[in-house]
Protein backbone atom coordinates (compact mmCIF):
# COMPACT_ATOMS: atom_id res chain seq x y z
CA UNK A 1 0.00 0.00 0.00
CA UNK A 2 1.20 3.35 -0.81
CA UNK A 3 2.26 5.93 1.65
CA UNK A 4 -0.36 8.64 0.77
CA UNK A 5 -2.84 8.96 -2.18
CA UNK A 6 -2.70 11.96 -4.72
CA UNK A 7 -6.35 13.77 -4.30
CA UNK A 8 -6.25 13.88 -8.12
CA UNK A 9 -6.31 10.51 -8.50
CA UNK A 10 -9.12 10.18 -5.61
CA UNK A 11 -10.96 12.83 -7.75
CA UNK A 12 -10.67 11.19 -10.78
CA UNK A 13 -12.08 7.77 -9.30
CA UNK A 14 -14.98 9.65 -8.17
CA UNK A 15 -15.88 11.41 -11.22
CA UNK A 16 -15.87 8.22 -12.81
CA UNK A 17 -17.29 6.62 -10.33
CA UNK A 18 -20.87 8.84 -10.07
CA UNK A 19 -20.78 9.42 -14.06
CA UNK A 20 -19.68 5.46 -14.90
CA UNK A 21 -18.76 7.58 -18.42
CA UNK A 22 -15.11 8.17 -18.68
CA UNK A 23 -15.84 11.12 -21.32
CA UNK A 24 -18.46 12.50 -19.22
CA UNK A 25 -16.10 12.53 -16.43
CA UNK A 26 -13.54 13.99 -18.11
CA UNK A 27 -15.48 16.60 -19.36
CA UNK A 28 -16.22 17.63 -15.46
CA UNK A 29 -13.05 17.60 -15.07
CA UNK A 30 -11.93 19.44 -17.70
CA UNK A 31 -8.61 16.69 -18.56
CA UNK A 32 -8.67 14.71 -21.47
CA UNK A 33 -9.91 11.49 -21.79
CA UNK A 34 -6.84 9.95 -22.03
CA UNK A 35 -5.30 11.73 -18.80
CA UNK A 36 -8.10 10.41 -16.77
CA UNK A 37 -7.88 6.92 -17.58
CA UNK A 38 -4.29 7.02 -16.87
CA UNK A 39 -4.95 8.70 -12.93
CA UNK A 40 -7.53 5.43 -12.40
CA UNK A 41 -4.89 3.01 -13.80
CA UNK A 42 -2.62 4.73 -11.53
CA UNK A 43 -4.88 4.55 -8.74
CA UNK A 44 -5.62 1.18 -9.03
CA UNK A 45 -2.21 0.25 -9.12
CA UNK A 46 -1.24 2.11 -5.79
CA UNK A 47 -4.04 0.52 -4.38
CA UNK A 48 -3.45 -3.25 -5.91
CA UNK A 49 -7.07 -2.96 -6.72
CA UNK A 50 -9.18 -3.58 -9.70
CA UNK A 51 -11.68 -0.74 -9.71
CA UNK A 52 -13.66 -0.59 -12.28
CA UNK A 53 -15.41 -3.22 -14.72
CA UNK A 54 -15.02 -1.85 -18.34
CA UNK A 55 -16.31 -2.81 -21.74
CA UNK A 56 -17.27 -1.55 -25.04
CA UNK A 57 -21.28 -0.52 -23.71
CA UNK A 58 -20.81 0.13 -19.84
CA UNK A 59 -18.29 1.19 -17.16
CA UNK A 60 -19.24 -0.20 -13.62
CA UNK A 61 -17.59 -0.11 -10.17
CA UNK A 62 -16.45 -3.63 -8.82
CA UNK A 63 -16.64 -4.58 -4.94
CA UNK A 64 -13.63 -2.70 -4.44
CA UNK A 65 -14.60 0.48 -6.40
CA UNK A 66 -17.81 0.38 -4.35
CA UNK A 67 -16.10 0.28 -1.23
CA UNK A 68 -14.06 3.11 -2.05
CA UNK A 69 -16.60 5.34 -3.09
CA UNK A 70 -17.39 6.81 0.59
CA UNK A 71 -13.75 7.19 1.64
CA UNK A 72 -13.18 8.59 -0.81
CA UNK A 73 -15.97 11.50 -0.77
CA UNK A 74 -14.80 12.04 3.13
CA UNK A 75 -11.45 12.35 1.62
CA UNK A 76 -12.12 15.00 -0.99
CA UNK A 77 -14.76 16.45 1.50
CA UNK A 78 -11.86 17.02 4.08
CA UNK A 79 -9.48 18.54 1.90
CA UNK A 80 -12.32 21.26 0.47
CA UNK A 81 -12.83 22.11 4.07
CA UNK A 82 -9.32 22.93 4.35
CA UNK A 83 -8.72 24.84 1.22
CA UNK A 84 -11.91 26.59 1.64
CA UNK A 85 -10.56 27.92 5.27
CA UNK A 86 -7.59 29.60 3.84
CA UNK A 87 -8.85 30.91 0.56
CA UNK A 88 -11.92 32.09 0.48
CA UNK A 89 -10.66 36.18 0.95
CA UNK A 90 -7.87 35.91 -1.55
CA UNK A 91 -8.33 37.00 -4.65
CA UNK A 92 -6.29 35.11 -7.41
CA UNK A 93 -3.56 37.30 -9.38
CA UNK A 94 -3.69 36.32 -13.21
CA UNK A 95 -0.44 37.70 -15.44
CA UNK A 96 -1.84 38.79 -18.84
CA UNK A 97 1.16 39.28 -20.09
CA UNK A 98 0.56 42.63 -21.98
CA UNK A 99 -2.43 44.94 -21.63
CA UNK A 100 -4.35 44.53 -24.95
CA UNK A 101 -3.78 40.62 -25.47
CA UNK A 102 -6.69 38.83 -26.21
CA UNK A 103 -6.90 35.15 -25.41
CA UNK A 104 -5.94 35.93 -21.41
CA UNK A 105 -7.98 38.61 -21.61
CA UNK A 106 -11.05 37.31 -22.68
CA UNK A 107 -10.60 33.64 -20.99
CA UNK A 108 -10.20 36.60 -17.60
CA UNK A 109 -13.72 38.40 -18.19
CA UNK A 110 -15.79 34.74 -19.00
CA UNK A 111 -14.28 33.19 -15.72
CA UNK A 112 -15.64 36.53 -13.50
CA UNK A 113 -18.73 35.83 -15.42
CA UNK A 114 -18.70 32.23 -14.09
CA UNK A 115 -17.45 32.85 -10.49
CA UNK A 116 -18.58 36.70 -9.42
CA UNK A 117 -17.98 35.95 -6.48
CA UNK A 118 -14.72 35.16 -6.50
CA UNK A 119 -11.95 38.31 -6.74
CA UNK A 120 -9.77 37.11 -10.00
CA UNK A 121 -7.05 40.07 -10.22
CA UNK A 122 -4.80 40.77 -13.92
CA UNK A 123 -1.21 41.38 -13.44
CA UNK A 124 1.42 42.25 -16.39
CA UNK A 125 4.51 40.53 -15.94
CA UNK A 126 5.42 40.67 -20.17
CA UNK A 127 6.26 37.20 -20.68
CA UNK A 128 6.01 33.67 -19.32
CA UNK A 129 9.09 33.28 -18.66
CA UNK A 130 9.18 36.00 -15.85
CA UNK A 131 5.50 35.11 -14.62
CA UNK A 132 6.61 31.81 -13.90
CA UNK A 133 9.43 33.31 -12.02
CA UNK A 134 6.64 35.02 -9.75
CA UNK A 135 4.53 31.76 -9.63
CA UNK A 136 6.91 29.93 -7.92
CA UNK A 137 8.19 32.88 -5.71
CA UNK A 138 4.28 32.78 -5.04
CA UNK A 139 3.23 36.26 -5.76
CA UNK A 140 1.36 35.23 -8.73
CA UNK A 141 -1.50 32.68 -9.48
CA UNK A 142 -1.60 31.93 -12.85
CA UNK A 143 -0.31 33.39 -16.61
CA UNK A 144 -0.70 32.80 -19.90
CA UNK A 145 2.08 32.06 -22.99
CA UNK A 146 4.07 28.87 -24.42
CA UNK A 147 4.76 26.62 -21.76
CA UNK A 148 7.04 24.88 -23.88
CA UNK A 149 9.71 27.17 -24.24
CA UNK A 150 10.12 27.49 -20.44
CA UNK A 151 12.65 26.10 -18.83
CA UNK A 152 12.64 22.16 -17.91
CA UNK A 153 13.10 23.33 -13.87
CA UNK A 154 10.11 26.32 -14.05
CA UNK A 155 7.91 23.95 -15.92
CA UNK A 156 8.46 21.29 -13.14
CA UNK A 157 7.01 23.37 -10.54
CA UNK A 158 3.75 24.20 -12.61
CA UNK A 159 0.64 23.04 -14.21
CA UNK A 160 -0.87 23.47 -17.31
CA UNK A 161 -3.42 23.90 -19.90
CA UNK A 162 -3.96 24.12 -23.55
CA UNK A 163 -5.99 26.95 -24.20
CA UNK A 164 -5.54 28.30 -28.26
CA UNK A 165 -3.22 28.17 -30.79
CA UNK A 166 -3.04 31.15 -32.18
CA UNK A 167 -2.40 32.56 -35.50
CA UNK A 168 0.68 34.27 -35.46
CA UNK A 169 0.76 37.75 -37.41
CA UNK A 170 3.73 40.12 -38.27
CA UNK A 171 3.87 44.16 -37.13
CA UNK A 172 4.87 46.07 -40.31
CA UNK A 173 5.68 49.91 -40.93
CA UNK A 174 2.65 51.66 -43.21
CA UNK A 175 5.64 52.24 -45.55
CA UNK A 176 6.50 49.04 -45.38
CA UNK A 177 6.93 46.95 -49.15
CA UNK A 178 4.52 44.43 -48.08
CA UNK A 179 2.11 46.52 -45.80
CA UNK A 180 -0.17 46.85 -49.08
CA UNK A 181 -0.94 42.83 -48.74
CA UNK A 182 -3.58 41.53 -46.94
CA UNK A 183 -1.65 38.15 -46.09
CA UNK A 184 1.93 38.14 -45.73
CA UNK A 185 3.12 34.26 -46.79
CA UNK A 186 6.60 33.20 -44.65
CA UNK A 187 8.45 33.15 -47.74
CA UNK A 188 8.23 36.65 -48.42
CA UNK A 189 9.81 37.81 -45.27
CA UNK A 190 12.48 36.04 -46.21
CA UNK A 191 15.78 38.61 -46.19
CA UNK A 192 13.90 40.72 -43.30
CA UNK A 193 14.64 41.14 -40.08
CA UNK A 194 12.00 40.60 -37.99
CA UNK A 195 12.19 41.51 -33.97
CA UNK A 196 11.01 38.93 -31.41
CA UNK A 197 11.98 39.96 -27.98
CA UNK A 198 15.29 38.46 -28.38
CA UNK A 199 17.62 39.97 -24.88
CA UNK A 200 14.21 40.18 -23.23
CA UNK A 201 15.10 37.91 -19.99
CA UNK A 202 11.21 37.89 -19.50
CA UNK A 203 10.06 36.36 -22.92
CA UNK A 204 12.31 33.82 -24.11
CA UNK A 205 10.11 31.49 -24.67
CA UNK A 206 8.52 33.90 -27.66
CA UNK A 207 12.49 34.43 -28.80
CA UNK A 208 12.92 30.45 -28.97
CA UNK A 209 9.38 30.30 -30.83
CA UNK A 210 10.40 33.00 -33.79
CA UNK A 211 13.71 31.07 -33.99
CA UNK A 212 12.42 27.83 -34.62
CA UNK A 213 10.00 29.42 -36.97
CA UNK A 214 12.68 31.79 -38.69
CA UNK A 215 14.88 28.40 -38.90
CA UNK A 216 15.40 27.23 -42.74
CA UNK A 217 13.21 30.32 -44.30
CA UNK A 218 16.16 33.17 -44.69
CA UNK A 219 14.76 35.75 -41.89
CA UNK A 220 16.62 37.10 -39.73
CA UNK A 221 16.05 37.70 -36.07
CA UNK A 222 16.66 41.25 -35.07
CA UNK A 223 19.28 41.72 -32.57
CA UNK A 224 18.05 42.77 -28.64
CA UNK A 225 16.67 45.97 -28.72
CA UNK A 226 16.54 48.47 -25.46
CA UNK A 227 14.11 46.56 -23.18
CA UNK A 228 11.13 49.11 -23.36
CA UNK A 229 8.83 49.41 -20.12
CA UNK A 230 4.81 50.21 -21.41
CA UNK A 231 3.21 50.60 -24.87
CA UNK A 232 4.72 54.36 -25.60
CA UNK A 233 8.59 53.23 -25.03
CA UNK A 234 7.43 50.22 -26.93
CA UNK A 235 6.69 52.00 -29.99
CA UNK A 236 9.37 54.47 -29.66
CA UNK A 237 12.07 52.27 -29.57
CA UNK A 238 10.32 49.57 -32.56
CA UNK A 239 9.72 53.37 -34.83
CA UNK A 240 13.25 53.64 -34.70
CA UNK A 241 14.41 50.56 -35.63
CA UNK A 242 11.74 50.10 -38.10
CA UNK A 243 12.15 46.01 -37.97
CA UNK A 244 8.93 44.18 -38.70
CA UNK A 245 7.71 42.65 -35.00
CA UNK A 246 6.18 39.03 -35.05
CA UNK A 247 2.94 38.99 -33.30
CA UNK A 248 -0.15 36.93 -32.87
CA UNK A 249 -3.28 37.77 -34.71
CA UNK A 250 -5.09 39.21 -31.10
CA UNK A 251 -2.32 41.78 -30.76
CA UNK A 252 -3.60 45.71 -30.38
CA UNK A 253 -3.34 47.88 -32.86
CA UNK A 254 -0.05 50.39 -33.09
CA UNK A 255 -0.07 53.75 -34.78
CA UNK A 256 1.94 54.02 -37.80
CA UNK A 257 1.56 50.19 -38.28
CA UNK A 258 -0.32 47.49 -39.73
CA UNK A 259 -0.87 44.19 -38.82
CA UNK A 260 -0.97 41.00 -41.32
CA UNK A 261 -1.34 37.21 -40.52
CA UNK A 262 1.07 35.31 -41.56
CA UNK A 263 0.18 32.46 -44.05
CA UNK A 264 2.06 29.31 -45.61
CA UNK A 265 2.05 28.16 -43.56
CA UNK A 266 0.22 29.33 -40.93
CA UNK A 267 2.58 29.47 -37.64
CA UNK A 268 0.72 28.82 -34.63
CA UNK A 269 1.36 30.03 -31.12
CA UNK A 270 0.71 27.43 -28.28
CA UNK A 271 -0.94 29.61 -25.70
CA UNK A 272 -1.18 27.77 -21.97
CA UNK A 273 -3.07 28.55 -19.19
CA UNK A 274 -0.20 28.03 -16.38
CA UNK A 275 -0.54 27.93 -12.80
CA UNK A 276 1.62 26.43 -9.66
CA UNK A 277 1.62 23.04 -9.29
CA UNK A 278 -0.64 21.97 -6.03
CA UNK A 279 -2.51 25.09 -6.47
CA UNK A 280 -6.44 24.60 -5.45
CA UNK A 281 -8.75 27.68 -5.71
CA UNK A 282 -12.28 27.89 -7.20
CA UNK A 283 -11.40 30.93 -9.39
CA UNK A 284 -8.52 28.57 -10.71
CA UNK A 285 -11.59 26.55 -11.79
CA UNK A 286 -13.44 29.59 -13.32
CA UNK A 287 -10.04 29.96 -15.75
CA UNK A 288 -9.85 26.53 -16.60
CA UNK A 289 -13.27 26.27 -17.57
CA UNK A 290 -13.81 29.52 -19.24
CA UNK A 291 -10.84 28.39 -21.33
CA UNK A 292 -12.55 25.41 -22.09
CA UNK A 293 -15.74 27.11 -22.83
CA UNK A 294 -14.21 29.37 -25.61
CA UNK A 295 -11.88 27.24 -27.02
CA UNK A 296 -14.75 25.09 -28.04
CA UNK A 297 -17.38 27.70 -28.74
CA UNK A 298 -14.71 29.27 -31.57
CA UNK A 299 -12.25 26.28 -32.27
CA UNK A 300 -9.50 27.76 -30.33
CA UNK A 301 -7.83 24.33 -30.63
CA UNK A 302 -8.55 23.68 -34.39
CA UNK A 303 -5.07 23.18 -36.49
CA UNK A 304 -5.55 24.52 -40.14
CA UNK A 305 -4.79 22.25 -42.53
CA UNK A 306 -1.29 24.27 -43.66
CA UNK A 307 -0.26 25.30 -40.05
CA UNK A 308 3.04 24.91 -38.53
CA UNK A 309 3.58 24.07 -34.30
CA UNK A 310 7.02 23.30 -33.16
CA UNK A 311 7.06 19.27 -32.67
CA UNK A 312 8.05 19.57 -28.57
CA UNK A 313 5.31 21.59 -28.28
CA UNK A 314 3.02 19.18 -29.96
CA UNK A 315 4.81 16.07 -28.21
CA UNK A 316 4.43 18.28 -24.97
CA UNK A 317 0.55 19.01 -24.91
CA UNK A 318 0.45 14.80 -26.43
CA UNK A 319 2.21 13.67 -23.35
CA UNK A 320 0.24 15.59 -21.17
CA UNK A 321 -3.17 14.42 -22.64
Do not use: C
Amino acid sequence: MPAHLDPRLLRAFLAVAEELHFTRAAARLYVAQQALSRDVRRLERELGAELFVRTTRQVTLTPDGERLVPHARRVLQAQDDLLAAFRQARPLLVDLNSPGLETGRRVLYRARELAPEHELMARYESGLTGAAVEIGAGRLDASFGRYAGLDPALRARLDHQLVRLEPMAVLLPEGHRLAASAQVPLAALAGETVYAGAGNPRTPEWTDLARLLFEGRGIELAPPAPLAVGIEEFQRIMAKDAHPILVVVGFPAMPGTVLRPLVDPVPLSPVSLVWRKGLAHPALDALRRAAVELGFAESWLDRPVKGWIPAMDMNLASADQ
